[in-house]
């Protein structure tokens, strides 16, 4: 991982798991790194973990609760008042499997979390994003994707809930929103970039909702979980390397996608859909007031 020292780096949901050692990678390596958390307690805890360890970055706390877009907005304010630069925005923060539950603004909570909060805070921090040289976005995903379908009537847990199901399609629209935004940034010849990452399978709170058997038939089906160091090599190869390419998606290399290191992935057809991907971001735009990039030919 190249030194990011002078870098100002984004980490939703920096408290635990794969955010919480991409945070830490980014700090050893001299990085300015926004823990961005759904309470500071949260974010400040980590940081005195994290401080334990040898670094030469800095570290703030900072309050995100991405299932209520005014938090959202809030937080990209308070960024935007005391930042003057932003390297990598890592969309990182998510949830899994819940019991049925809906963000502030009534949306299904998995697929306001982990897509709508992530777009529109994207949107908010788009303009400085653009203006920082050589920045990223990058968007985590899941291999969950692979058999997510958006279905646009039930957004709002209009239909039954289906705990995995939802993580599906919220993993689906977090891959093809990545995927749209570069298409976006391509067309507006902007300077950031937009790349995917999936960490594979790992030990992480994600799997809190999980009962003892469920968890033990997830092992069963894909094998040993990685320690969350490993989940976040994707994350972190997305954001500093050389050779990661806009618009794709990246990896563990073995087993399909759930172990090993880095590796560009094969992305299938239904996060390739562009009209599908075009209606998920202009409905987001709708729900969430956020509109970016600025067309400037318009």
């Keep these: 991982m190249p030194d990011q020292s002078g870098k100002t780096v984004i980490v939703t949901g920096a408290n635990a798991g794969v955010g919480f050692e991409t945070a830490l990678a980014f700090y050893e390596k001299g990085a300015k ?29 900072a309050e995100t609760d991405l299932s209520s877009l005014a938090s959202v907005k809030q937080f990209a304010e308070n960024f935007l008042q005391n930042h003057k630069q932003l390297d990598v925005l890592i969309n990182n923060a998510g949830v899994m499997i ?50 997510g379908v958006i279905d646009f009537d039930n957004l709002r847990s209009e239909k039954d809930y289906e705990p995995m199901r939802e993580y599906r399609q919220s993993k689906l629209s977090n891959l093809l929103f990545s995927i749209e935004l570069q298409r976006r940034i391509a067309a507006n010849g902007d300077q950031t970039t937009s790349i995917a990452a999936q960490p594979g399978a790992n030990k992480t709170e994600l799997t809190r909702h999980m009962s003892d058997e469920e968890l033990a038939a997830g092992i069963a089906r894909v094998g040993q979980l990685m320690d969350p160091w490993q989940g976040a090599l994707p994350s972190l190869y997305a954001a500093t390397s050389p050779d990661a390419m806009a618009g794709k998606l990246y990896g563990p290399d073995q087993d399909g996608g759930y172990r090993g290191y880095p590796a560009e992935a094969v992305i299938t057809p239904n996060a390739l859909d562009e009209p599908v991907a075009k209606k998920l971001w202009g409905f987001a735009e709708k729900v969430t007031g956020v509109y970016y990039p600025v067309n400037k030919t318009v």
């Design 98 to 147: 819940p019991p049925a539950s809906k963000t502030v603004e009534g949306y299904e909570l998995q697929f306001g979390v982990n897509f709508l909060g992530h777009f529109a805070l994207t949107g908010y921090l788009y303009p400085l994003l653009n203006a920082t040289p050589n920045s990223r976005i990058v968007t985590v995903s899941s291999l969950a994707y692979l058999l």
């Design 33 to 61: 790194v926004i823990l961005a958390c759904r309470s500071l307690k949260n974010a400040n805890d980590a940081i005195s973990r994290i401080k334990t360890s040898a670094g030469k970055g800095t570290l703030e706390a």
